[in-house]
């Protein structure tokens, strides 16, 4: 094992330092920016997580089969330093993790400023296995190598764009990267040729970062596969000229693997409390959840080259996915890698390390994404862990085409070669900056941006919601409510909402004539609308929006007025419900509710009076009457309008049991109108419906 006194190399620790902290604080921008789909998810998830740690409850700190243990653990470390108490207001675990914002909000504390506050502790986390891998690169391949592959990964849009979620994704691969690097770093500094002790408590490092990994996503276990290549390309060096190592560099390496698994159970065990209570019983959910994921997909519909797929989209995702989300300085280096390989392996320009680590990463990346593809559920963000290698690739390409050219032209000065890697960095800080504060919306430029992309690939993840709260709340006017139904997941903008915020998120649909006047503005979203999971937009979408959310050319979301909209030909079909009023009302719904029997008119001609009036008899079974009016105007043609009339006081009888006397008049002239029922034959100028039309509404 190599010396502390190696590691400690202060113009390394420098370097790291003021690396990690350019990737901190990249990713620490425009955190209040948005809130994903999942993000409330996992803000529940570690809520649960720090009280089950606090109050002794471990079984409860399983909370997803994923298992998301690190990016629970960095939660927990918010609450616990933002709101302490959080463990005292519960008393049992919270189920319902999509209104754990009312939990909240409940409890005095801000569901945003909360969320921020998690994010923040998960990207300090995420920075600490940076820093981890970044001095394990730095020992493997050459200092220009290091500072541009780190630079790349640094500034990596897509990288980026899910890093400063707290989500499970980001961290896993930043993890998963440093638990590869150490893989191969202490397969090369622990010789199976030399004393068994020699350098093995590397492999006891590299175990306990590949349980983070796991622990994060339990993809991770791939690793044991980067363990055992690593392990088998060492016997291979050594065979010195044989067919077999040698039993000792056999045996030597197997006692590596058993330590490399033994730190690695143990880390797991030791970061994983509900181990100590069920170890069968987690395991089993564990296992049984991924292959269920792999085999079944997900539970909703894909969007994938145009086309809508349910259960697998086939296994050219992710080669299309990491086509459309690399930069062109990416792809430049990893082109440069290729081309030049040839002319690196016949210059040995390629040390034993930064070959074995090539070997190895490109191996990994390779098996990685075959695996993911053959699985079922594809998201784009599953398949972030070969960005990394990627990164690495390319910065071996960039560094192999500036030794070529300087043996090529032996008087490049070092300015130049300094230069083009600045360049290079700008380039790919370039691809970042443009899509701020959105890094989730870069799509390579090069195949038409995220214009080009949205006819390709599933798009937005939360992207957005924030101008739509904004934008909504300055269409409320003074102290007037509204009513919003989105397609997208509420707690998404609940999170950019006042406690006492005039817009109510409701989800009771937009199927019925009083469900659309009743809906003041209907959010559609793009991954929904993609999808064809929003049925609602399925109406609406013949009408212009008032507003669209537009991000890079792209609507990520698009508010509509269905209140102020004329009402569909879908919902003006005819019931036993319906009446019309002369030749220019129709009475379309009746729902019954607290305090109120609301009728819903629908405006049949333009020169209808200015001020009408309705008249509401309620008849009790023994011939009771109570009456209760109301004016209202009807608007123009095609629109909804409503009008409220007062329950009646019921004593022994039940509403159901009521029947309803409708009478409308022109407020002007006093006179009913003749009524036009169902049957399209004038009844008189009375409809008298029954309660199914009206009761439990």
Not at 69 to 75: D, F, I, R, S, Y
Not at 341 to 346: N, V
Request: aromatic share 12%.
């Amino acid at each position: 094992m190599q010396s502390v006194g190696a590691w400690f190399n202060w113009n390394r620790i420098v370097t790291i330092a003021v690396l990690t902290c350019i990737y901190i604080g990249i990713r620490l921008l425009n955190l209040d920016q948005m809130v994903t789909t999942d993000e409330p998810i996992w803000l529940a998830r570690s809520g649960n997580f720090y009280r089950a740690i606090r109050s002794g409850d471990f079984i409860h700190t399983y909370q997803m089969a994923q298992p998301g243990v690190m990016t629970m653990w960095a939660g927990a470390v918010a609450y616990w330093i933002k709101a302490p108490e959080f463990a005292t207001f519960q008393t049992t675990n919270l189920d319902d993790v999509y209104s754990f914002e009312k939990v909240l909000r409940a409890n005095g504390i801000d569901p945003l400023s909360m969320m921020v506050a998690a994010k923040v502790s998960k990207v300090l986390l995420q920075s600490l296995f940076f820093a981890i891998g970044t001095a394990f690169l730095f020992r493997l391949v050459r200092p220009r190598v290091a500072w541009l592959a780190s630079g790349l990964i640094i500034l990596s849009p897509f990288l980026t764009g899910f890093d400063f979620i707290l989500h499970v994704d980001g961290l896993f691969t930043t993890i998963c990267f440093a638990a590869l690097l150490s893989i191969v770093y202490a397969s090369l500094h622990s010789p199976l040729q030399g004393s068994f002790e020699s350098g093995i408590g590397w492999w006891i490092v590299a175990g306990a970062l590949s349980a983070c990994a796991w622990l994060t996503r339990s993809t991770g276990v791939l690793l044991i596969g980067v363990a055992g290549l690593s392990l088998l390309h060492e016997l291979h060096a050594v065979r010195g000229g044989t067919w077999f190592p040698g039993w000792r560099s056999v045996w030597s390496a197997a006692v590596r693997l058993f330590l490399w698994l033994m730190a690695g159970a143990l880390t797991t065990v030791l970061l994983l409390p509900a181990l100590w209570v069920d170890p069968g019983g987690v395991l089993s959910k564990l296992w049984s959840w991924s292959s269920n994921a792999a085999s079944e997909g997900h539970e909703n519909p894909t969007f994938f080259m145009g086309e809508i797929h349910q259960g697998n989209p086939g296994w050219a995702v992710y080669p299309i996915v990491t086509v459309w989300r690399t930069t062109p300085v990416e792809w430049f280096g990893v082109l440069a890698f290729v081309i030049l390989l040839p002319w690196m392996l016949r210059r040995r320009s390629l040390s034993k390390d930064s070959l074995r680590l090539v070997i190895v990463a490109v191996v990994f990346a390779v098996v990685y994404l075959a695996a993911m593809s053959i699985g079922a559920k594809k998201f784009d963000r599953y398949i972030l862990p070969i960005f990394p290698v990627i990164a690495l690739i390319a910065a071996l390409g960039i560094d192999a085409l500036l030794g070529w050219a300087t043996s090529r032209f032996r008087r490049m000065p070092d300015l130049v070669r300094v230069g083009t890697v600045a360049l290079v960095i700008a380039v790919q800080g370039y691809s970042m900056i443009q899509v701020l504060p959105y890094r989730l919306d870069y799509y390579t430029p090069l195949l038409g941006g995220p214009e080009g992309a949205q006819h390709v690939l599933q798009m937005g993840w939360g992207q957005g919601d924030r101008e739509v709260v904004e934008f909504l709340d300055d269409q409320v006017p003074g102290d007037s409510r509204v009513v919003m139904q989105t397609s997208a997941v509420p707690s998404a903008f609940s999170y950019f909402m006042d406690d006492d915020s005039p817009i109510s998120i409701e989800g009771f649909g937009m199927s019925t004539p009083a469900e659309w006047y009743e809906t003041d503005y209907y959010v559609a979203g793009i991954q929904e609308t993609q999808r064809d999971m929003a049925s609602g937009y399925r109406i609406l979408q013949r009408y212009e929006p008032v507003k669209t959310i537009d991000i890079g050319g792209v609507p990520y979301f698009m508010i509509y007025t269905p209140a102020l909209l004329p009402l569909p030909d879908e919902l003006q079909q005819a019931t036993p419900c319906n009446a019309d009023f002369g030749n220019g009302i129709r009475l379309m719904q009746i729902i019954s509710r607290d305090s109120t029997i609301d009728l819903y008119w629908l405006s049949l001609q333009t020169d209808l009076p200015e001020t009408m009036m309705v008249k509401v008899e309620f008849v009790a079974p023994d011939g009771t009457r109570q009456l209760s009016t109301a004016e209202w105007n009807p608007g123009d043609t095609g629109l909804m309008s409503r009008t409220r009339a007062g329950l009646p006081r019921i004593d022994d009888a039940a509403l159901a049991d009521y029947q309803l006397e409708i009478t409308v008049f022109d407020a002007t002239e006093q006179e009913p109108l003749a009524v036009n029922a169902h049957s399209d034959q004038i009844i008189g100028t009375t409809f008298t419906t029954e309660s199914e039309c009206f009761y439990g509404g």
